[in-house]
């Protein structure tokens, strides 16, 4: 199985400030990499696909980048509305397979 | 619109067994690979198992091979898993959602709770 280390677990940031979390693939993934946003009582969103394009829809200021096995994402500007959990998730094997999530809160 | 709906959910013994059920619209189902991701309580998502469009492929996470069955009526536009001999560590929101990868489009979701 291809495990995803994502980084921090918890992030505490204030409005306004840039936000990076990051996703290291077990192997070579290529660029199939996802980002998504869950809240409480919501379906996951997609946000970022393929490593680095935003999802229709998605507010610019969240970005994603990388490629192999490093990855990471921006959010440029976090706003009140970003507080969520974050997960990357690969697909260019079987299981797929996501990060432990990386839970942001605002300061 | 893709609209996908859960039900099935529950509280169930160990050992018991539940089937949840996906109804899928706004797509064409009988071509679309549909997956079960299930969000672990205090820990993450984990995907669970897949099935091909015509039925006739599925695929399973290690933690629920021989346990859960995946499967689908195609006229009813409606995935199904069933699952036995659960587990406590079988607890969490169940989550449909709509392939290929990426995954754009999820259910809202259905819980399950194993526990005596």
């Known amino acids: 199985d291809t495990q995803m280390t994502q980084s921090p677990s918890s992030l505490s940031a204030s409005v306004g400030d840039r936000v990076t979390i990051t996703c290291q693939a077990s192997q070579d993934i290529k660029k199939f990499l996802n980002w998504f946003q869950l809240k409480p009582g919501k379906a996951p969103k997609l946000l970022i696909y393929d490593k680095s394009n935003l999802e229709t829809g998605v507010p610019s200021r969240f970005s994603g980048s990388g490629s192999g096995t490093h990855f990471t994402f921006i959010i440029s500007s976090l706003q009140p509305e970003d507080v969520a959990t974050y997960y990357c998730q690969q697909y260019d094997t079987l299981p797929i397979t996501f990060g432990q999530g990386t839970r942001l809160e605002i300061k | 619109e893709v609209h996908l709906v859960e039900s099935g959910g529950g509280l169930v013994q160990p050992g018991g067994s539940l089937r949840l059920s996906c109804a899928a619209s706004g797509f064409n189902f009988s071509t679309s690979w549909m997956h079960w991701v299930r969000q672990d309580p205090g820990k993450g998502l984990v995907w669970v198992s897949r099935i091909k469009g015509d039925g006739t492929m599925t695929t399973y996470a290690d933690s629920v091979k021989g346990r859960f069955s995946i499967s689908r009526d195609n006229a009813k536009n409606t995935v199904y898993l069933q699952m036995n001999s659960l587990r406590v560590e079988d607890t969490a929101m169940y989550y449909c959602?709509?392939?290929?990868?990426?995954?754009?489009?999820w259910g809202q979701g259905t819980p399950v709770t194993v526990s005596t």
């Open positions: 959602v709509k392939g290929p990868n990426p995954f754009r489009n």
